[in-house]
């Protein structure tokens, strides 16, 4: 098989056949497809949702296609001859970690460990990302360079037991509210209810917000007070 990872319709002729020209080269097929950050273990490649480690390094089987391309490019240009031998040593595995190893160190790919997740407002789903302020639903984007996703869709019309509960309870006595749940639960969501909410244990003991209605604390809670 050819060079068919899209990055671009022909390969770049490296401006030397240094290591250092090859992987600048090759490395710039990578933006916004390859990271490599050392402290989070190696090499991430872009899923189309998130940034994914890649343990079995893949992107030295990408970079064995692109020199593959590149010399049949050179071969139509110009046939046999000193460009080839040069070409043809960059299918040694020596030279392709070589290479690689330069185009990881390139700006549009190396990363550190704080570059990712670093969005506590956005949770990333199946369907996009969820920006937990607003409510809306963003498109997936590399440069958020998320790693995490929630195996499952967001759902804006979703409703829930728990959620109902919480909602019958801060709404009760708010007759300027709507009544429709989805409708409440935005505006609980907006910051328009002041109103505290407290749930209570099977031990008397009662714990305060909505984090009291996760998983692990669900089976324990007797009542919303």
Not at 22 to 31: A, D, I, N, R, Y
Not at 54 to 61: C, I, L, Q, S, T
Not at 151 to 177: F, S
Request: proline letters at 4%; glycine letters at 8%.
């Amino acid at each position: 098989p050819g060079f068919r990872i899209g990055a671009a319709c022909a390969p770049a002729v490296p401006a030397s056949w240094s290591d250092a020209h090859v992987g600048e080269s090759f490395g710039s097929t990578l933006t916004g497809r390859w990271l490599y950050c050392r402290a989070l273990g190696g090499w991430h490649r872009w899923d189309g949702r998130r940034w994914r480690l890649d343990p079995g390094e893949a992107v030295h089987e990408e970079f064995r296609l692109w020199i593959i391309a590149l010399g049949e490019m050179l071969w139509k240009q110009a046939g046999a001859g000193d460009t080839m031998r040069q070409v043809a040593r960059y299918r040694d595995k020596g030279k392709i970690d070589a290479a690689v190893t330069i185009a990881r160190r390139l700006a549009t790919v190396a990363a550190t460990a704080d570059e990712f997740d670093q969005h506590p407002h956005l949770l990333n789903v199946n369907n996009g990302v969820v920006d937990l302020n607003t409510g809306r639903l963003l498109a997936h984007d590399p440069a958020l360079r998320l790693t995490k996703i929630a195996a499952t869709d967001y759902r804006p019309d979703a409703l829930h037991p728990d959620v109902d509960a919480v909602l019958e309870h801060v709404v009760a006595d708010r007759q300027d509210l709507p009544r429709d749940r989805v409708a409440q639960r935005d505006v609980l969501h907006a910051g328009k209810v002041q109103r505290p909410i407290l749930v209570e244990d099977q031990t008397g003991q009662r714990h305060a917000g909505l984090d009291a209605l996760d998983d692990d604390n669900r089976d324990r809670i007797v009542r919303i007070v």
